[in-house]
């Protein structure tokens, strides 16, 4: 309203007519109009696949996959920002947010699986070329997608996802075990993993300001989590975990050889990937622009201007802006 409003009086200090005036508040309304923000379904390989898309679908896409236990839900603050100058799209995963969540005795809940089912969700909208925002998840998602489609990739933006051994801290020392051993560590993994302190402290980490932090963030997830048949689906999404860092030395290789044009964006407080991991970025990418920020796993909730004015500048000189 307070841009419609400007635009009149714009036109009146002017001289406009009344009509050209009305011409100019149509158009600040209609810029207003492209950032908002549309909550879509599609179907993918039989599932409906939730998403959020903003901007006009023919300016430079940024196609942006989420992490653990998140959704599209934590792209909000670049929805909103990024919209004017960008088409962005944002799935939620099979058995994450609003999409479907099978069954995990009749859908196999690996990497491979969600990456298989998010290329098809991007060749049912049309999306041949795109940069892509990786996030914790969205990192071992976005990998095997960049390998099996290296000519749709224009840019890479990664927020705290791991892609080497560096990253992975002390936390990871316990995983392992689980992943060594499914069957007698499970319940210690589950009791741990799925717990309302362990989902606030994903986000907290180990940052003093506490009180940047809205508690809706994790008890949101946590109720997420502990719906019925999600613990199974994400213990054995996690199990397959380490069938990522198995393939660590695979996408290190690819990124050395395709070089794309890569931002990374880290929030330090992050108890889960450490900081390390920015380094081994740059020994692989030496090109990439590199921010470590005061924040934590999920930076957007705590910087959400600060990474949206990152991304907007690399992307602006990457891949250009919407006319």
């Known amino acids: 309203m307070s841009k419609l409003l400007s635009a009149l009086a714009l036109g009146c200090a002017l001289g406009l007519s009344l009509s050209s005036a009305a011409y100019a508040a149509e158009s600040a309304s209609s810029a207003v109009e492209q950032m908002a923000v549309a909550y879509r379904s599609i179907k993918v390989d039989d599932l409906t696949i939730f998403y959020r898309e903003a901007g006009r679908p023919d300016a430079p896409t940024l196609l942006l996959l989420h992490g653990f236990p998140s959704s599209s839900r934590m792209y909000d603050p670049l ?46 909208l049309g999306l041949n070329k795109y940069a892509l925002y990786v996030q914790d998840y969205g990192g071992p998602v976005g990998f095997r997608m960049m390998l099996a489609h290296p000519e749709r990739l224009q840019a890479l933006i990664v927020q705290n996802a791991v892609a080497h051994e560096d990253g992975l801290g002390p936390l990871w020392q316990k995983r392992r075990e689980f992943w060594a051993n499914r069957a007698p560590n499970e319940a210690g993994l589950r009791a741990s993993f799925f717990s309302l302190a362990t989902t606030r402290q994903r986000h907290v980490g180990a940052n003093p300001a506490i009180e940047v932090f809205n508690p809706d963030l994790w008890t949101d997830e946590f109720n997420f989590l502990n719906q019925p048949g999600h613990a199974d689906i994400q213990s054995d999404l996690f199990y397959d975990y380490r069938n990522n860092v198995a393939s660590y030395p695979k996408w290190q290789a690819w990124l050395r050889e395709h070089q794309p044009p890569t931002l990374v964006v880290w929030g330090k407080f992050d108890p889960s990937f450490d900081v390390a991991e920015t380094e081994a970025y740059r020994r692989d990418l030496p090109n990439a622009e590199i921010h470590v920020l005061e924040a934590g796993h999920f930076a957007l909730d705590e910087k959400p201007g600060e990474i949206a ?15």
């Open 79 to 124: 929805l909103s920002r990024l919209a004017q100058h960008y088409h962005l799209v944002a799935p939620d995963y099979p058995g994450f947010g609003h999409s479907d969540a099978p069954d995990s005795k009749r859908f196999a809940y690996t990497f491979d699986h969600l990456a298989s089912v998010m290329e098809h969700f991007t060749e049912a």
């Open 309 to 323: 004015r990152l991304v907007g500048d690399f992307l602006g000189r990457q891949v250009g802006k919407q006319p």
